[in-house]
């Protein structure tokens, strides 16, 4: 692609994949923009989910699948984030300055915290930031003032002019939006910025200098990269990310309780960049889509699939479990069978589709695995 | 591929999925025919109402979900199999949404199209999750949450007490009624929004007759060691111990103060009791758990129960021998359990409601909502205290039933106070 | 005093309970470099093993724990042998995932083979709620068995690490994969029994954790998450680590629970967080742990 963006101009415009790229675009912008008008409630808040969940991904894949410090601690900034929200929003904050509020607090929270939990490496990193979403249940439990307490706290809705993202939705010249359907294109903004800033953050000075940490620390350092300055560089961005995430996700549910950013939480969104794709832009959506989506997808077509039980007296396996079931299974088998995610599934794919039919695919590079 | 050919595969998807749009929205509004205005989730050529229902079916709270859910679904049961209401019957849809208020949500948006009414949406967080959604669609729902913060919302429709004046209650008995006024009392509970509940009770209590509060002793809801909780009790020399926690913390607390050698009076909030503790299915037959004899007072000290659901094959209370012929009927193999009465009595709730709104020939949402406010008394036939709903809302219910762990009564309950209603729960504001 | 020698004896049988586990996790990551998240579902599983064998179907308590041991033991191989042979080599997240996958499901079909209602009978265990006193202190018989049992299990543990052709394998793996390959260790065969070990030592850990007067139900899989600070503290491939970790993780648990009174400005059950402070503390000081040492760079 390098030596395409190269060729002169009138060169690209002749060029059959330029236009085909276009094309592919513009579709990708149709749906994307068309899709709560096709999906009905139970898809269409599914997609919410999914949408939010991937800017949380997003931000641990800059500090795991970019820099390649593993975190369990995402869950955490969740919180902060959604706590931030929650305490602006009831002081009359607007929507449009307690979303950012969100991640700036959980970034600066990273940057506290970063240069103790950053001098470890490896499965000690991953233990000590699981160690951070105990602490912060503790904390949020005992900080009523700020958290609520026990029983947790709700959390304004955005309330942008005729957009009340509480109740009703708006309409706009006779197309009527329902609440589902702005918190989709709220998530999808803030997806669409947070991709573009982590994709062009990644052709930086301190991208590189974030990837060539992951890919041989001994040797980066070597060349004159700060290590420690780049690896808290990372922290702070992923925890930056993650309050935003936290702060649409909470607002989203309404009301958050401490119990809520758990080490289970924390544990979804490293499935998520591991089912995805690690360090890449796409493998946070993509994965997002598989670990949000599947449990959805089994949970709506239970009625269909004999064996299980439909009504609480009647006999056969708990939707419920059968779900998680099928969830940990295909989780083992899909890594079993390809070790990079998705990601590197449609970099599989790419490479079986003859060279003139591979534009579409190609535009998602896969960047090397991370080592530990 | 063509540029053609992927045009018309969109265009074929585009067609589908606005097919299925149409498919799942379809019906929302409210419409009449025949005399009575109908909504989502009506049906008026079957004659067929649509209840949805939302309860952990699988996983820990299951223990809850699963027989409160048999309940509903035996009273439903009972009223088709009886002619229906007014001639409508009841069809149910059950979801599981493993106590997870993300799924919750995701489960609310697929059933809200095809419901007239949520009938059960169990527990405090995925009620939170979902409340302002019904609140906008007007929908009524039959919360299975006892928490306080649920009984101020016009759509929530809550039966029975909520813990706080259970506690509340249950402290006005102990100080007050039995004549242990001077008793050293302390509290157990699980730190969370429903222990929360249970310390709102007990501190307005307090404040209302000044018993003597020797202590309050917290846990997390994961742990499984309480030796030192136990420790710490006994050292406090607790005649009476209230315990706002679930069965398993609650019985392994008194297990280990049992090895302690300390035997007080236990007061447990109803979800910390389950008849699992007591044998190993739950029903009398059953083989005896090694706690049987400690609950059972046999050791010394008691158990007492406080709850709001009248005890199981209590025939003194008259709907009794229906609601056990319909046990038998239905669900056989339930043992005795106070959420499968509750789920029953929740359902009987329901059918009242919609009862009222064919009645006023309104099956619309509205008409359904206005039908519970406007609801007044209702009488379960004794399986819990009768209620009443008014457009002023507050809770429907400030009664406590009283038990006491007994091997011998079905259920492993007798009750040593019916439905009794003290000074402080009567002024305690929620 | 006695609340102190009382909480001292809890917190030395508690900390036993999360060595076995915390010795578990050692012995897979020594032979293969990850942390298997499915611990706290091997001790689920386990302690359900034995209940059913034990409550259900009568059999005599021991004959039950050593049939629960032994299942778990070969259900842990089989998984390697199955599942983690073929992503062997690969990045470590992608097997620790695999992991998370595996606990996912065990606990999934726990739920569904079992039922969510507790089981009050727990693992049927002969001691009830009987105990030893003395000076005002009950030792509880299950507590003395978890202490005895876990020493006994400890030193044929260490027996089996020094002196059998495998430990000194596992050791050789520990220390670099490639060359104890190279040198002709069946890597993948160390490999295999250090998962057999850790489904064995879970087990071990599942029956005292649900032994009278706790109960049996779904959440014991949680307390797996308690000990990972042990594995920390003690250095994640040193097998007397995870003993220390265990044990200095039991008695900060269980003091900060019976002294939580005399320390309210720490927020209520400070007792549940406090190992993972200490853990944070030890780690201030010793990046790797008391007994890890700091891997060597090669460039």
């Keep these: 692609m390098i030596a395409q963006a190269a060729r002169p101009t009138q060169g690209r415009l002749a060029d059959r994949r330029f236009w085909l790229r276009g094309a592919l675009v513009i579709v990708v912008l149709v749906v994307g923009l068309g899709l709560p008008f096709f999906l009905g409630a139970f898809w269409l808040s599914t997609t919410d989910f999914i949408l939010i969940a991937a800017i949380g991904a997003l931000g641990l894949n800059v500090l795991t699948g970019y820099t390649g410090q593993v975190s369990l601690g995402h869950a955490f900034f969740l919180g902060v984030g959604a706590y931030t929200a929650a305490f602006l929003g009831d002081h009359n904050v607007n929507a449009a300055i307690w979303i950012p509020a969100a991640g700036v607090v959980a970034g600066l929270v990273g940057l506290l915290v970063g240069p103790t939990a950053l001098r470890l490496r490896g499965l000690y990193l991953a233990i000590v930031t699981i160690g951070l979403v105990f602490l912060g249940t503790h904390l949020f439990v005992n900080l009523p003032a700020i ?56 052709r930086t000075r301190a991208g590189r200098a974030m990837q060539a940490v992951r890919d041989r620390e001994v040797a980066a350092a070597l060349v004159g990269v700060n290590l420690a300055r780049t690896k808290l560089a990372a922290f702070v961005v992923s925890s930056f990310l993650a309050g935003i995430c936290g702060a649409v996700y909470g607002a989203f549910l309404f009301h958050v309780e401490p119990g809520t950013w758990n080490l289970l939480l924390s544990i979804q969104f490293v499935a998520i ?43 056969g ?47 998602i590079a896969v960047s090397p695995v991370a080592e530990e | 591929m063509t540029m053609s050919k992927r045009t018309v595969r969109v265009a074929t998807c ?12 379809g019906g929302s509004g409210s419409s009449n025919s025949g005399g009575i205005t109908t909504g989502p989730g009506i049906d008026s050529n079957a004659k067929t109402i649509t209840i949805g229902i939302e309860s952990p079916l699988s996983g820990p709270v299951a223990v809850i979900g699963k027989p409160l859910t048999e309940g509903n679904e035996a009273y439903f049961k009972h009223v088709n199999d009886n002619g229906g209401v007014n001639g409508w019957k009841i069809n149910f849809i059950e979801k599981d949404d493993k106590y997870d208020p993300q799924t919750h949500v995701q489960l609310y948006n697929q059933l809200l199209p095809q419901i007239a009414m949520l009938g059960q949406s169990l527990g405090s967080p995925t009620t939170a999750a979902i409340r302002p959604l019904a609140d906008s669609a007007g929908i009524v729902v039959g919360a299975a949450a006892q928490s306080s913060a649920f009984v101020n919302d016009k759509v929530m429709a809550v039966i029975g007490t909520p813990y706080a004046i259970d506690m509340a209650n249950g402290l006005d008995y102990v100080v007050n009624q039995t004549g242990h006024s001077s008793a050293k009392i302390a509290l157990f509970f699980q730190n969370d929004d429903y222990g929360a509940d249970g310390v709102k009770g007990y501190n307005a209590a307090k404040t209302a007759f000044h018993f003597n509060d020797v202590g309050q002793v917290s846990y997390n809801a ?89 005890g199981w094959g209590d025939t003194s209370v008259p709907g009794m021998s229906q609601f056990l012929a319909d046990h038998d009927k239905y669900f056989p193999n339930q043992a005795p359990d106070g959420y499968y009465e509750f789920g029953y009595a929740q359902a009987q709730m329901e059918v009242a409601v919609l009862k009222k709104a064919i009645e006023s020939n309104d099956l619309s949402r509205q008409g359904i909502l206005n039908a519970k406010l406007n609801l007044g008394p209702v009488d379960f036939g004794g399986i819990i205290p009768s209620l009443t709903y008014t457009p002023q809302l507050g809770p429907a219910d400030r009664q406590t039933d009283i038990a006491q762990v007994d091997p011998t009564s079905p259920g492993f309950l007798k009750i040593v106070k019916p439905y009794f209603e003290s000074s402080a729960a009567m002024s305690l504001s929620l | 005093m006695t609340t102190f020698v009382q909480l001292l004896f809890n917190g030395a049988a508690l900390g036993c309970v999360y060595a076995l586990i915390a010795l578990g996790f050692t012995a897979i990551h020594r032979a293969s470099n990850v942390i298997n998240f499915a611990q706290g579902a091997f001790l689920l599983l386990g302690a359900y093993l034995v209940s059913t064998a034990a409550v259900d179907r009568n059999l005599p308590f021991l004959v039950a724990a050593v049939f629960g041991v032994a299942a778990m033991v070969v259900i842990g191989i089989v998984f390697q042998m199955l599942v983690l042979r073929r992503v062997q080599g690969q990045a470590v997240f992608t097997v620790v995932m695999i992991t998370i996958g595996l606990n996912i499901i065990i606990v999934a079909l726990v739920s569904a083979i079992f039922g969510s209602n507790e089981r009050t009978n727990g693992v049927g265990d002969p001691w009830g709620t009987s105990s030893l006193q003395a000076g005002g202190v009950v030792f509880l018989w299950v507590k003395i068995w978890a202490v005895i049992v876990t020493a006994a299990v400890l030193v044929g543990f260490f027996l089996f690490d020094r002196y059998s052709r495998y430990g000194l394998a596992t050791r050789a793996t520990a220390i670099d994969e490639e060359a ?54 003690g250095g994640l491939n040193s097998p007397i680590g995870a003993v220390v970790g265990g044990l200095v993780i039991g008695l900060v648990y269980e003091f900060f ?34 007994f890890g040492q700091r891997p060597v760079e090669r460039v």
């Design chain 2, 14 to 25: 585009t067609a589908l999925l606005t097919a299925v749009a149409a498919c799942g929205t």
């Design chain 1, 147 to 202: 958290t609520g307490g026990p029983a947790g706290r709700a959390i304004a809705q955005p309330q942008w002019g005729p957009a009340d993202f509480g109740g009703t939705g708006v309409t706009v010249l006779g197309i009527s939006i329902d609440r589902n359907g702005l918190y989709y294109y709220l998530a999808l903004l803030l997806l669409a910025l947070s991709m573009w800033f982590v994709h062009n953050l990644m």
């Design chain 2, 222 to 310: 994961t742990d499984t060691e309480f030796t030192a909780q136990a420790q710490q009790l006994k050292s406090l020399k607790a005649d009476y111990v209230f315990v706002t926690a679930t069965p398993v913390p609650a019985a392994t607390l008194v297990g280990t103060a049992a090895a302690l050698g300390y035997f007080p009076h236990w007061v447990f909030q109803g979800p910390a009791w389950s008849e699992y503790l007591m044998t190993a299915d739950g029903t009398s037959t059953g083989a005896k758990s090694k706690l049987f004899p400690v609950l059972a007072g046999l050791a010394g000290g008691s158990t007492m129960v406080l709850g709001f659901t009248a």
């Design chain 3, 180 to 233: 104890a390959m190279a040198a002709g260790i069946p890597v993948r065969r160390v490999n295999a029994i250090a998962w057999g070990l850790a489904g064995g030592l879970a087990t071990i850990a599942g029956i005292f954790l649900s032994g009278a007067p706790s109960l049996l139900d779904l959440g014991i899989s949680n307390i797996a998450l308690i000990a990972f600070p042990a594995i920390i503290i």
């Design chain 1, 273 to 315: 960049i591991i089912v995805g794709g690690i360090g890449t832009v796409w493998g946070a959506l993509l994965g997002s889509v598989f670990i949000s989506g599947l449990p959805a997808i089994l949970n709506n077509y239970s009625d269909s699939i004999p064996f299980l039980q439909h009504s609480a007296g009647g006999g």
């Design chain 3, 257 to 290: 629970d019976g002294y939580s009174s005399n320390l309210p400005w720490l927020g209520h059950n400070f007792y549940a967080v406090a190992p993972y402070v200490v853990m944070i503390l030890v780690l201030l000081i010793k990046p790797y742990g008391l």
């Design chain 1, 317 to 363: 396996l708990d939707v419920g479990d059968a779900t998680d079931l099928v969830y940990g299974i295909l989780i083992v088998l899909f890594l079993v069978a390809e070790p990079r995610g998705l990601i590197g599934l449609v970099a599989r794919i790419a490479r079986s589709i003859p060279q003139r039919r591979r534009i579409a695919t190609a535009s």
